[in-house]
């Protein structure tokens, strides 16, 4: 984990391409054998890290999401909790939004499969809705909703991304729903979408 973490920050601070093994064994505190015992390269190291931050990022939107019915819900629960695990771990967010972009193609091709599974929860609103979108509607959504997120994670001192939430779900609701579900997403309150525990 100390070698991911490292190569996450490096990655983060420097750009995919210039995390360099040498240095992430310096950051991490391990030595070349070390290193090379548990990762073939560092293509390998960078899509480690870049697993571990989306298997983090599933746990916590999974979570969330599979507490809420019905699908508008579930969607506006996980993407709740995605962007607050993304606020709370900024380096993450940009190693899964940002440098992922100009990572091996190795991780390019996860990248897309996530892309492709994300599309698939959102396109599950046809369920609920009775509506047929053209067919690359949740695609679009999903490649929208993330180009969002992309261009705020680049400005620095910008405002946090759970600001997004009620935008993104009314672009995400309108399709599916229609323009009134869409405009009482804009209206609706940020709450945290984990029960609280009973005392």
Known sequence: MRI????????????AQS?????????????????????DDRSDCLLQAFEEAVALARERASAAYELQEPWV???????????????????????????ALAAPPAILARRGEVLDQLARVIDAGREDS???????????????????????LLRPGSRTLVELLNPMMSIIAL???????ARR?????????????AK
């Open 130 to 152: 009775g509506r047929e979108p053209p067919p690359l509607t949740a695609e679009g959504v999903v490649c929208g909703a993330l180009g969002v997120i992309h261009a705020r």
């Open 19 to 39: 995390a360099i093994v040498t240095d992430v064994m310096r950051l991490a505190g391990v030595s070349r054998t070390m290193f090379y015992n548990l990762f």
């Open 185 to 197: 997403e804009l209206r609706r309150p940020v709450a945290d979408p984990t029960p609280a525990p």
């Open 73 to 99: 819900d579930r969607v506006r629960a996980g993407l709740l909790a995605l962007l607050q695990f993304f606020d709370e771990e900024p380096e993450l967010a940009q190693l899964c939004v940002v440098q």
């Open 4 to 15: 991911l973490s490292a190569m996450v920050h490096l990655a983060c601070a420097r750009g």
């Open 175 to 181: 399709p599916y729903l229609g323009t009134d579900a």
